[in-house]
Nanobody
Framework: QVQLVESGGGFVQAGGSLRPPCVASGSSFRINVIGWYRQAPGKQRELVARFTSGGGTNYADSVKGRFTISRDNAKNTVYLQMDSLKPEDTAVYFC????????WGQGTQVTVSS
């Protein structure tokens, strides 16, 4: 079992930055694939960034060069550094981990004003 808890969302103006953390607990030491998804109103949930099982990273084209995913294994925490935020980045951001099945956090709201 894995538990994921996100925080650090909020309201920011366009061009601003946020760095929400995702804290994993339970069998978190066994997780290889972990990352962030987002879902905007009326849209499907989409991948933002993640660590792959091979140790690499994947990013959505829309965030490349602006967002950076990182992890602190000692703290069981994955961060999403979001810079140069745009109004179209407004969404609920969810942490996701795969360990036999998908695990999801409760989400954190990010709102970017123009």
């Amino acid at each position: 079992q894995v538990q994921l808890v996100e925080s650090g969302g909020g309201f920011v103006q366009a061009g601003g930055s946020l760095r929400p953390p995702c804290v994993a607990s339970g069998s978190s030491f066994r997780i290889n694939v972990i990352g962030w998804y987002r879902q905007a109103p009326g849209k499907q949930r989409e991948l933002v960034a993640r660590f792959t099982s091979g140790g690499g990273t994947n990013y959505a084209d829309s965030v490349k060069g602006r967002f950076t995913i990182s992890r602190d294994n000692a703290k069981n925490t994955v961060y999403l550094q979001m810079d140069s935020l745009k109004p179209e980045d407004t969404a609920v951001y969810f942490c996701n981990a795969i360990l036999g099945r998908n695990y999801w956090g409760q989400g954190t709201q990010v709102t970017v004003s123009s």
